[in-house]
């Protein structure tokens, strides 16, 4: 029996990171996202949010705090950010990597690629309205059997699918 996971050279271990290889990014992406919840929910925030920057007041403008003045708790958490861009980093492939390899922050990272494999909010917008538009076309075609019909039919009801859940 063929099995759709070909397409990702992970073994099936829980402490190793789900493959991105520029495949399957959906499904990547989903699966990475439970794969990081899964070992601090801190270091999904530091993806999500942006990564914490220990800072001090100096006069009326506020700098960077140097490393050697960090308190413990600042530590902590400039770490997650650290841990989040490795965990991102040991997930990619070569091609992938350096795509994002220049990125500063985990959430640098995870953006740029959704960015690329996802596009803008406005590159989606514009698929679901034509995906939508497609749909509502939909037509048997006298030429057409039911079985290609129902193929064509099953392809746009997955992507209203996807419209309904990126408009959440």
Not at 3 to 22: M, T
Not at 97 to 120: I, P
């Amino acid at each position: 029996m063929a099995s759709s996971n070909y397409l990702f050279l992970e073994g099936n271990s829980i402490n190793r990171p789900p493959i991105f290889n520029g495949v399957g990014y959906h499904y990547w992406k989903t699966r990475m996202q439970i794969f990081i919840e899964a070992i601090d929910l801190n270091i999904w925030e530091a993806i999500k949010i942006g990564s914490y920057i220990p800072t001090m007041v100096a006069g009326n403008t506020t700098i960077e705090k140097p490393r050697e003045d960090w308190s413990e708790e600042e530590r902590r958490l400039v770490q997650y950010n650290l841990k989040a861009k490795n965990i991102i980093t040991f997930a990619l492939g070569m091609d992938e990597y350096f795509r994002v390899s220049n990125c500063k922050s985990a959430k640098d990272m995870w953006d740029t690629l959704q960015v690329t494999h996802e596009g803008t909010t406005n590159v989606k917008r514009s698929r679901i309205n034509t995906l939508t538009h497609e749909y509502e076309l939909l037509r048997m075609n006298a030429n057409e059997s039911i079985q290609d019909t129902k193929e064509v039919h099953t392809h746009s009801k997955s992507s209203c699918i996807f419209r309904e859940n990126f408009s959440k």
